[in-house]
T-cell receptor
């Protein structure tokens, strides 16, 4: 079946611009997670959704980062006024009832 | 979550079984052992998980010692596409509110033609 999909696969933007990253979870998965991974680094947890609500937003690096999920399905991660340190691969994962997480291919964000 | 220790790198000949060890001596009774891998420039891929019984699926086998302090991931017939960084994670069931995955440094497995 279809896995987690993310778009765009690559995004190059200028410092100060806003970007929106999209995640389509596996159909029927109630939980959705956002992570980021800088070059050669481990996973950094950002936020997770159970349904449309986000019980824990403490992983978001700053108030420039926000995420929403509508209809219990698609989620968008928005980064406002991007900075060069935001450059990373942004990964989305989904799971059934907070069980095993399945990852998407990621969005590689480059801020010039 | 319990800390895990893995060798930083391993080589395996193509077609042979790749055995990747993981130590988790501080594992608690209700923590699971999970394995993921990450092929270069791709998202992490779930492989297998288990609690105390050995597990097998279409990708791999997971052997957990009786005391649960270590485990081995076995790829029975390694191919070049199995070259990746393999992560061993020990974590509580997610209904304990443990939603975050934390990867250590993992083992970089290189399959040699």
């Amino acid at each position: 079946g279809a896995g987690v999909s993310q778009s765009p696969s690559n995004k190059v933007t200028e410092k100060g611009k806003d970007v929106e990253l999209r995640c389509d979870p596996i159909s029927g998965h109630t939980a959705l997670y956002w992570y980021r991974q800088s070059l050669g680094q481990g996973l950094e947890f950002l936020i997770y959704f159970q349904g449309n609500s986000a019980p824990d937003k403490s992983g978001l690096p700053s108030d420039r980062f926000s995420a929403e999920r509508t209809g219990g399905s698609v989620s968008t991660l928005t980064i406002q006024r991007t900075q060069q340190e935001d450059s990373a691969v942004y990964l989305c994962a989904s799971s059934e009832m907070l069980d095993t997480q399945y990852f998407g291919p990621g969005t590689r964000l480059t801020v010039l | 979550d319990a800390k895990t220790t893995q060798p930083p790198s391993m080589d395996c000949a193509e077609g042979r079984a790749a055995n990747l060890p993981c130590n988790h001596s501080t594992i608690s009774g209700n923590e699971y052992v999970y394995w993921y891998r990450q092929i270069h420039s791709q998202g992490p891929q779930y492989i297998i998980h288990g609690l105390k019984n050995n597990e097998t699926n279409e990708m791999a086998s997971l052997i957990i010692t009786e005391d649960r302090k270590s485990s081995t991931l076995i790829l029975p017939h390694a191919t070049l596409r199995d070259t990746a960084v393999y992560y061993c994670i020990v974590r509580l069931p997610t209904n304990f509110g443990n939603e975050k995955l934390t990867f250590g440094t993992g083992t970089r497995l290189t399959i040699i033609p």
